[in-house]
Every structure is written in C-alpha cells, then in structure tokens.
Nanobody
Framework: QVQLVETGGGSVQAGGSLTLSCVTS???????MAWFRQAPGNERDGVAD???????SYLGSVRGRFTISKDNAKSTLYLHMTRLKPEDSAVYYC??????????????WGQGTQVTVSS
C-alpha cells in the first residue's frame, strides 16, 4: 500500500521561506512526482513536477522561487519555497504516478499540508 505524508507547512510572512517534505512508503519512485496546491474556492493546480530522469517543470508563477527535488534513498520528495507571497497560501499536496510525467495521471496523493503567507 502506497502512502504519502506531507510535513513542513505553516505560517510565514511574505518574503519568507518554507520547505515541504513528502515521505513515501510503498512507492518505488518509478514515475512522475509532483506538488499541487489548492486555495479555498479554487481548483487544485499543479505547482511543480519531477520526472524519473530528474527533469523538472514549474507553474509559471513559482518558477525561480520554488524548487522541487527528491531523495530516493530517503523516500522523500521536497518542495523548497522562497520569496513566498500571500497568493501562495493554499493546502499543498504531494502526488505520485506510475508513469513518466507527460500526460500522466497521479494515482497516489497525500493528505495535504497548509501553507499560509501573511503580508
């Protein structure tokens, strides 16, 4: 059984930094992994993803501020967020797929962690 558990959320002032972690169990890192976020009243948006070869892609509004990475040995996916803005406030979810990123469907999801950025 695959489980994903996010930690690292919290409250921070604008301009600050946070690093989210997603510890996985039962997942063999054979596919795309990603971070999504959802603010109240909004749809869930993809923030960043990382493919099996390490290639990454980012939502335009976070590119240059957020960095996605993974440590297969530690079974952990990370999202390092810098220069945070109030509009980054949302529940952040990690997700994992069984295939590479292009056109994939994310089968596994974490429970989410809240990030709140105050101005």
């Amino acid at each position: 059984q695959v489980q994903l558990v996010e930690t690292g959320g919290g409250s921070v002032q604008a301009g600050g930094s946070l690093t989210l972690s997603c510890v996985t169990s039962g997942y063999n890192y054979s596919g795309c992994m990603a971070w999504f976020r959802q603010a109240p009243g909004n749809e869930r948006d993809g923030v960043a993803d990382i493919d099996t070869d390490g290639a990454t892609s980012y939502l335009g509004s976070v590119r240059g501020r957020f960095t996605i990475s993974k440590d297969n040995a530690k079974s952990t996916l990370y999202l390092h967020m810098t220069r945070l803005k109030p509009e980054d406030s949302a529940v952040y979810y990690c997700a994992a797929a069984q295939t590479r990123c292009y056109g994939t469907t994310f089968k596994y999801w974490g429970q989410g962690t809240q990030v709140t950025v105050s101005s």
